[in-house]
Protein backbone atom coordinates (compact mmCIF):
# COMPACT_ATOMS: atom_id res chain seq x y z
CA UNK A 1 0.00 0.00 0.00
CA UNK A 2 1.39 3.48 -0.84
CA UNK A 3 2.30 5.65 1.34
CA UNK A 4 0.57 9.52 1.72
CA UNK A 5 3.23 11.84 1.66
CA UNK A 6 1.33 15.55 2.45
CA UNK A 7 3.10 18.82 0.25
CA UNK A 8 1.39 21.77 1.20
CA UNK A 9 1.25 25.40 -0.68
CA UNK A 10 3.66 26.44 1.63
CA UNK A 11 6.29 23.71 0.95
CA UNK A 12 6.07 24.58 -2.85
CA UNK A 13 6.85 28.14 -2.37
CA UNK A 14 9.66 26.91 -0.39
CA UNK A 15 10.81 24.74 -2.95
CA UNK A 16 10.54 27.42 -5.29
CA UNK A 17 12.91 29.89 -3.29
CA UNK A 18 15.35 27.19 -2.45
CA UNK A 19 15.81 26.73 -6.22
CA UNK A 20 15.78 30.24 -7.14
CA UNK A 21 13.15 30.57 -9.10
CA UNK A 22 11.33 33.14 -7.89
CA UNK A 23 12.59 35.93 -10.38
CA UNK A 24 11.77 33.39 -13.58
CA UNK A 25 7.99 33.01 -11.58
CA UNK A 26 8.10 37.33 -11.17
CA UNK A 27 8.63 37.64 -14.44
CA UNK A 28 5.94 35.67 -15.63
CA UNK A 29 3.86 37.07 -13.53
CA UNK A 30 4.36 40.95 -14.63
CA UNK A 31 4.16 39.57 -18.17
CA UNK A 32 0.75 38.69 -17.84
CA UNK A 33 -0.05 41.45 -15.69
CA UNK A 34 1.20 43.85 -18.34
CA UNK A 35 -0.68 42.12 -21.32
CA UNK A 36 -3.78 42.00 -19.69
CA UNK A 37 -3.77 45.47 -19.01
CA UNK A 38 -1.87 46.76 -22.24
CA UNK A 39 -4.82 45.02 -23.78
CA UNK A 40 -7.66 46.04 -22.25
CA UNK A 41 -6.47 49.61 -22.97
CA UNK A 42 -6.53 48.76 -26.82
CA UNK A 43 -10.01 47.26 -26.13
CA UNK A 44 -8.30 43.64 -27.37
CA UNK A 45 -10.88 40.97 -26.40
CA UNK A 46 -11.08 36.98 -27.47
CA UNK A 47 -14.24 35.21 -28.29
CA UNK A 48 -15.93 32.46 -27.35
CA UNK A 49 -14.81 30.74 -30.79
CA UNK A 50 -11.06 31.95 -30.44
CA UNK A 51 -10.91 30.18 -27.10
CA UNK A 52 -12.58 26.84 -28.61
CA UNK A 53 -9.69 26.46 -31.15
CA UNK A 54 -6.95 27.32 -28.98
CA UNK A 55 -8.15 25.10 -26.39
CA UNK A 56 -8.27 21.99 -29.32
CA UNK A 57 -4.84 22.89 -30.19
CA UNK A 58 -3.44 22.92 -26.75
CA UNK A 59 -5.35 19.73 -26.42
CA UNK A 60 -4.13 18.47 -29.76
CA UNK A 61 -0.49 19.36 -28.94
CA UNK A 62 -0.51 17.37 -25.80
CA UNK A 63 -2.11 14.31 -27.36
CA UNK A 64 -5.13 15.02 -24.97
CA UNK A 65 -7.40 13.13 -27.95
CA UNK A 66 -9.95 11.67 -25.18
CA UNK A 67 -11.86 13.56 -21.93
CA UNK A 68 -10.13 10.81 -19.56
CA UNK A 69 -6.74 11.92 -21.09
CA UNK A 70 -7.29 15.41 -20.48
CA UNK A 71 -8.64 15.11 -16.49
CA UNK A 72 -5.65 12.98 -16.09
CA UNK A 73 -3.50 15.73 -17.40
CA UNK A 74 -5.32 18.54 -15.83
CA UNK A 75 -4.88 16.28 -12.41
CA UNK A 76 -1.17 16.09 -12.94
CA UNK A 77 -0.79 19.59 -13.03
CA UNK A 78 -2.81 20.32 -10.42
CA UNK A 79 -5.74 22.47 -12.57
CA UNK A 80 -9.45 23.02 -12.55
CA UNK A 81 -10.95 22.98 -15.77
CA UNK A 82 -11.20 26.72 -15.02
CA UNK A 83 -7.79 27.46 -14.89
CA UNK A 84 -7.26 25.12 -18.39
CA UNK A 85 -9.42 28.13 -19.88
CA UNK A 86 -7.48 30.83 -18.09
CA UNK A 87 -4.10 29.57 -19.75
CA UNK A 88 -6.13 29.20 -22.93
CA UNK A 89 -7.50 32.51 -22.70
CA UNK A 90 -3.84 34.27 -21.97
CA UNK A 91 -2.08 32.37 -24.61
CA UNK A 92 -5.25 33.71 -27.38
CA UNK A 93 -5.24 36.83 -25.27
CA UNK A 94 -0.85 37.31 -25.84
CA UNK A 95 -0.86 36.08 -29.96
CA UNK A 96 -4.00 38.66 -30.57
CA UNK A 97 -1.80 41.71 -28.49
CA UNK A 98 1.65 41.11 -30.34
CA UNK A 99 -0.66 40.68 -33.69
CA UNK A 100 -2.21 44.57 -33.03
CA UNK A 101 1.24 45.41 -32.04
CA UNK A 102 3.81 44.74 -34.60
CA UNK A 103 1.82 42.74 -37.22
CA UNK A 104 2.24 46.53 -39.44
CA UNK A 105 5.91 45.96 -38.97
CA UNK A 106 7.08 42.44 -39.92
CA UNK A 107 7.77 43.69 -43.60
CA UNK A 108 9.88 46.72 -42.61
CA UNK A 109 12.06 44.57 -40.19
CA UNK A 110 12.25 41.46 -42.53
CA UNK A 111 13.63 43.79 -45.17
CA UNK A 112 16.23 45.14 -42.92
CA UNK A 113 17.16 41.60 -41.16
CA UNK A 114 17.43 39.84 -44.50
CA UNK A 115 20.94 38.59 -44.37
CA UNK A 116 19.94 37.45 -40.85
CA UNK A 117 17.34 34.61 -42.46
CA UNK A 118 19.74 33.64 -45.11
CA UNK A 119 20.30 29.95 -44.20
CA UNK A 120 22.77 27.80 -45.42
CA UNK A 121 22.68 23.69 -45.26
CA UNK A 122 26.54 21.88 -44.54
CA UNK A 123 28.27 19.63 -43.98
CA UNK A 124 31.44 19.73 -41.57
CA UNK A 125 34.40 17.96 -39.83
CA UNK A 126 35.92 19.73 -37.26
CA UNK A 127 39.80 19.25 -37.28
CA UNK A 128 42.71 19.08 -34.91
CA UNK A 129 45.29 19.70 -37.04
CA UNK A 130 45.39 22.38 -40.29
CA UNK A 131 48.33 20.58 -41.92
CA UNK A 132 45.70 17.33 -42.30
CA UNK A 133 42.38 19.42 -42.96
CA UNK A 134 44.92 20.76 -46.16
CA UNK A 135 45.82 17.66 -47.37
CA UNK A 136 41.89 16.47 -47.17
CA UNK A 137 40.61 19.76 -48.87
CA UNK A 138 43.24 19.19 -51.53
CA UNK A 139 42.45 15.66 -51.93
CA UNK A 140 38.44 16.32 -52.48
CA UNK A 141 39.80 19.08 -55.04
CA UNK A 142 41.24 16.56 -56.91
CA UNK A 143 38.71 13.88 -56.45
CA UNK A 144 40.77 11.49 -54.63
CA UNK A 145 38.41 11.32 -51.61
CA UNK A 146 34.60 12.05 -50.93
CA UNK A 147 33.26 14.38 -48.28
CA UNK A 148 31.26 11.36 -47.32
CA UNK A 149 34.46 9.16 -46.56
CA UNK A 150 36.36 11.99 -44.59
CA UNK A 151 33.71 12.14 -42.31
CA UNK A 152 33.28 8.59 -41.75
CA UNK A 153 36.97 8.30 -40.59
CA UNK A 154 37.31 11.48 -38.41
CA UNK A 155 34.16 11.90 -36.82
CA UNK A 156 33.96 10.65 -33.38
CA UNK A 157 30.39 10.86 -32.78
CA UNK A 158 28.23 8.24 -34.22
CA UNK A 159 24.93 10.47 -34.85
CA UNK A 160 26.73 12.96 -36.95
CA UNK A 161 29.37 10.64 -38.41
CA UNK A 162 26.36 8.39 -39.86
CA UNK A 163 24.74 11.89 -41.25
CA UNK A 164 28.22 12.47 -43.01
CA UNK A 165 28.92 15.50 -40.68
CA UNK A 166 25.60 16.92 -42.03
CA UNK A 167 24.32 19.75 -39.95
CA UNK A 168 20.85 20.68 -41.18
CA UNK A 169 19.90 23.97 -42.29
CA UNK A 170 21.12 27.17 -40.46
CA UNK A 171 21.09 30.75 -40.06
CA UNK A 172 23.48 33.24 -39.99
CA UNK A 173 23.20 33.85 -36.30
CA UNK A 174 23.66 30.10 -35.89
CA UNK A 175 27.55 29.94 -37.27
CA UNK A 176 30.49 31.41 -35.14
CA UNK A 177 31.24 34.95 -37.46
CA UNK A 178 34.44 33.81 -38.69
CA UNK A 179 32.99 30.54 -40.24
CA UNK A 180 29.41 32.51 -41.08
CA UNK A 181 31.54 35.21 -43.42
CA UNK A 182 33.16 31.99 -45.47
CA UNK A 183 29.63 30.23 -45.88
CA UNK A 184 27.27 32.76 -46.93
CA UNK A 185 30.12 33.77 -49.49
CA UNK A 186 29.72 30.49 -51.03
CA UNK A 187 28.72 28.94 -54.28
CA UNK A 188 27.24 25.89 -53.40
CA UNK A 189 28.22 23.48 -53.76
CA UNK A 190 31.13 23.98 -52.61
CA UNK A 191 34.14 22.90 -50.42
CA UNK A 192 35.49 25.75 -48.13
CA UNK A 193 39.49 25.99 -47.12
CA UNK A 194 39.93 24.89 -43.95
CA UNK A 195 38.87 27.76 -41.56
CA UNK A 196 40.96 27.84 -38.13
CA UNK A 197 39.16 28.43 -35.01
CA UNK A 198 39.86 28.18 -30.95
CA UNK A 199 37.63 24.57 -31.16
CA UNK A 200 39.14 23.14 -33.87
CA UNK A 201 39.98 23.17 -37.75
CA UNK A 202 36.73 23.50 -40.03
CA UNK A 203 36.11 21.35 -43.08
CA UNK A 204 32.93 22.66 -44.86
CA UNK A 205 31.03 21.58 -47.47
CA UNK A 206 28.34 24.07 -48.60
CA UNK A 207 25.70 22.15 -50.19
CA UNK A 208 23.21 25.04 -51.01
CA UNK A 209 22.04 28.80 -49.46
CA UNK A 210 18.25 29.26 -49.09
CA UNK A 211 17.20 32.71 -49.56
CA UNK A 212 14.35 33.76 -47.31
CA UNK A 213 11.03 34.02 -47.88
CA UNK A 214 8.56 35.83 -45.64
CA UNK A 215 6.13 33.01 -45.13
CA UNK A 216 3.32 32.73 -42.94
CA UNK A 217 5.48 30.57 -40.21
CA UNK A 218 8.89 33.21 -40.43
CA UNK A 219 5.97 36.02 -40.29
CA UNK A 220 5.26 34.74 -37.05
CA UNK A 221 8.08 34.35 -35.66
CA UNK A 222 9.09 38.10 -36.23
CA UNK A 223 5.95 39.26 -34.50
CA UNK A 224 7.17 36.73 -31.57
CA UNK A 225 10.81 37.80 -31.14
CA UNK A 226 9.44 41.62 -31.33
CA UNK A 227 6.99 41.17 -29.13
CA UNK A 228 9.16 39.31 -26.43
CA UNK A 229 11.45 42.28 -26.89
CA UNK A 230 8.73 44.68 -26.20
CA UNK A 231 7.47 42.49 -23.48
CA UNK A 232 11.13 42.64 -21.84
CA UNK A 233 11.85 46.05 -22.23
CA UNK A 234 7.74 46.61 -20.16
CA UNK A 235 9.54 44.54 -17.17
CA UNK A 236 12.41 46.18 -16.78
CA UNK A 237 10.58 49.49 -16.34
CA UNK A 238 8.78 48.46 -13.93
CA UNK A 239 9.19 48.54 -9.98
CA UNK A 240 8.04 44.98 -8.63
CA UNK A 241 7.18 44.36 -5.11
CA UNK A 242 6.85 40.49 -4.36
CA UNK A 243 4.88 39.16 -1.04
CA UNK A 244 5.43 36.29 0.23
CA UNK A 245 3.68 34.75 3.11
CA UNK A 246 6.73 34.25 6.05
CA UNK A 247 7.93 30.73 7.18
CA UNK A 248 7.53 31.57 10.72
CA UNK A 249 4.12 33.13 10.15
CA UNK A 250 1.33 34.49 9.04
CA UNK A 251 2.39 37.72 8.62
CA UNK A 252 3.43 38.71 4.96
CA UNK A 253 6.86 40.08 4.01
CA UNK A 254 7.72 42.31 0.89
CA UNK A 255 10.68 42.77 -1.05
CA UNK A 256 11.33 45.64 -3.63
CA UNK A 257 13.00 44.31 -6.23
CA UNK A 258 13.65 46.38 -9.16
CA UNK A 259 14.44 45.62 -12.91
CA UNK A 260 15.41 48.92 -13.81
Known sequence: MLKVLKVSSKDIVRNIKLACQIPHIVEAIAAEKIIADTARELGITVE????????DRARLEKKLVKAKDTWAWLKKHH???????EVVYNKVLSKKLADHLFSNQVERFFYEQQLNYVAAATYEVVLDDRDLALELFYALQEGEISFQEIARQYIQDPELRRASGYRGIRHRIDFRPDIATAVFAASPPQILKPITTPTGVYLILVEEIIQPQLNDKLRQTIITNLFS????QQIQQQEIVVEIDSDNNSNSSSELLTSA
Open 48 to 55: EEELQLEG
Open 79 to 85: LSLDEFE
Open 229 to 232: AWLQ
